[in-house]
């Protein structure tokens, strides 16, 4: 799944969501910024220090699902990368959009043939 991260109406960046870990309701990967993202400003992890919730002042979208219900944390580590995790508040919605992504599939083995 596709995320974009936003403040305001400013694309700060996109990620890949690779990973989950279903019974936390998170999920994460790479975060690539665009050219308004600052560390500074919206990474809460800086070179493996933490620098404070940045999350409070971002949203996350995915098409076609829109706003997702989840707090964000950016962690940057400079060259060596950026990642986006989002911590859902509603396992419900967790549920609905990652149901059929490997990790939940592999935790929840017993969902996957409906039963």
């Not at 990973?19 to 790479?30: I, K, S």
């Not at 964000?72 to 995790?85: F, N, S």
């Amino acid at each position: 799944m596709q995320v974009n991260v936003i403040e305001g109406d400013m694309l700060i960046g996109a990620a890949a969501i690779e990973h989950l870990d279903p019974p936390m309701g998170v999920a994460f990967g790479p975060f690539s910024p665009t050219l308004v993202y600052a560390s500074a400003s919206h990474a809460n992890v800086i070179e493996g220090e933490y620098v404070g919730d940045k999350g409070l002042i971002l949203a996350a979208t995915a098409d076609p699902h829109g706003a997702l219900n989840a707090s964000i944390a950016i962690e940057d580590y400079g060259d060596l990368g950026r990642q986006l995790t989002l911590f859902f508040r509603d396992g419900e919605t967790f549920a609905a959009l990652f149901a059929t992504h490997p990790d939940y599939i592999a935790y929840y083995p017993h969902l996957a043939n409906g039963s």
